[in-house]
């Protein structure tokens, strides 16, 4: 959904605040390091292999109030510990996700 999708594809891409560099470690590596998650955030030899792959040329947040779970365009798929659990339009089976808190 937007969450993520909405700082990389508006403040990083479309209104150049930031860089897309800046965007996914502020979301990913430095939230991990400020909530203290061992593990997550990096991709990196022995850390949990979350992650998602996207095409930046064609990543859009599509969520609004009216509907905030509209899935982004852009997405190429997600792996959670490895696992893929979305796949282009598709969500898999799969659920290896788990409460991080």
């Known amino acids: 959904y937007g969450s993520f999708i909405k700082p990389i ?3 990083a891409l479309k209104r150049h605040l930031i860089t897309i ?3 996914i470690h502020k979301q990913t590596g430095l939230t ?13 030899d022995g850390f949990d292999a979350d992650f998602i792959l996207f ?5 859009r947040d599509c969520a ?3 509907d905030g779970t509209q899935i982004a ?10 696992e893929l659990v979305y796949d282009g339009k598709n969500i898999t089976e799969a659920r290896p996700g788990k409460c991080l808190l």
């Open 32 to 44: 991990a390091s400020v909530w203290k998650l061992p593990n997550k955030g990096l991709i990196r």
């Open 9 to 11: 594809a508006d403040f």
């Open 64 to 66: 609004d109030f009216k």
């Open 21 to 23: 560099e800046e965007a």
């Open 73 to 82: 365009e852009g997405i190429v798929s997600v792996y959670i510990g490895g």
């Open 55 to 59: 095409d930046e040329t064609k990543l």
